[in-house]
């Protein structure tokens, strides 16, 4: 038999313990959180920034006990559309919509929101005020790479920008690189170039074998995206150009750190959120809104700027030890609340 002072006790130190909480502290659904069930609709998955993403959502879904469905319509606009609609027939409680196309995913998101359904969107803009956007703060992103590139390079260079236009944060990053240029006349863009065709590393260094080639003086290739980087820097590295031109990216993973810290490496710098913490942050944003709280209209996860020379003098080989050795990495305290279980540290 256990006395009612220990078992007080007991029920108390489990309270404490990090990453656990009670179902009876919980309000509905989450009371019961095995009958929730949620769906997740890509349209990007090429690449290690989403595959860490989608790491983070199926640890906060299994965290908080709900049932998570993935739906992977690989930069098919239309089939992600249908999608959405797959997940309103399967009477979901709730949708993340996960990048897309706005003229594509409007509608889709309007009709999940007309059957009843919470949703929420990460990087793509659905034009609707009953969804939350959970966004990296693309404009921090590029204005920290950029500001690292006019550090290292002054304010005066010749530039190559890769873009794909109609994607929601490389659209908000090109317009960081807009008003970057604008206010420093000396930058000079002779080359805009980018696409989205998989595998996206591959394609890019494609584009940009090409690019260089007819613009041998290039200094700077801003590519904010780090498939576009990663292309970027297989191209310069077969034209021998490793010391000539510098590349500044946005996101982060294992491999783009590899790639950082090789000997001679062009790729000086990244603004990155951790792609797995932002899959969190949109579980729990969603979370929010099933419970009806209120996430806000903006959920912002803030960016880190990460320097080859940072990542050289601190020893950081792989994301385990970014998030080990620069904590603010490693969690957002963002969409929270007391009730949330988080997932193991």
């Not at 769906?39 to 879904?61: C, H, I, N, P």
């Amino acid at each position: 038999m256990i006395s009612r002072r220990i078992f007080a006790a007991l029920v108390s130190g489990v309270a404490l313990v990090p990453g656990l909480a009670l179902a009876q502290d919980a309000p509905a659904p989450f009371d019961n959180p095995g009958d929730v069930n949620i769906a997740l609709v890509r349209y990007l998955s090429t690449g290690d920034f989403f595959q860490a993403y989608l790491s983070g959502v199926e640890k906060q879904a299994a965290a908080l006990g709900v049932n998570l469905q993935v739906f992977d319509s690989r930069q098919d606009a239309a089939l992600q559309a249908d999608m959405v609609d797959q997940a309103i027939a399967l009477g979901v409680d709730g949708i993340i919509i996960q990048h897309g196309l706005t003229e594509s995913m409007k509608e889709a998101a309007q009709r999940a929101v007309d059957a009843g359904i919470k949703v929420v969107a990460f990087d793509v803009n659905v034009e609707n005020a009953a969804i939350p956007q959970v966004e990296q703060s693309d404009a921090a992103l590029a204005q920290l790479a950029l500001d690292q590139a006019i550090a290292d390079n002054g304010a005066e260079w010749v530039a190559g920008f890769v873009h794909v236009a109609g994607i929601a944060p490389l659209d908000r990053r090109a317009a960081v690189w807009e008003e970057v240029k604008a206010a420093n006349p000396g930058i000079n863009e002779v080359a805009m170039f980018g696409t989205l065709d998989n595998p996206i590393a591959n394609s890019v260094a494609n584009q940009a074998r090409s690019v260089l080639s007819a613009n041998p003086n290039i200094q700077v290739m801003f590519a904010p995206y780090d498939e576009f980087a990663k292309g970027v820097k297989i191209a310069v590295d077969e034209a021998g150009m490793s010391g000539q031109v510098s590349i500044y990216s946005a996101d982060i993973s294992t491999a783009d750190i590899q790639l950082m810290r090789e000997e001679g490496s062009a790729w000086k710098a990244t603004a990155a959120t951790n792609p797995a913490v932002v899959g969190e942050v949109s579980v729990r944003s969603l979370a929010l809104l099933l419970a009806g709280e209120n996430p806000g209209a903006s959920v912002i996860v803030p960016p880190t700027l990460i320097t080859q020379a940072m990542l050289n003098e601190l020893d950081i080989k792989n994301m385990e030890e970014l998030g080990a050795k620069l904590p603010a990495f490693a969690h957002a305290d963002v969409a929270m609340a007391p009730w949330m279980t988080l997932p193991p540290r």
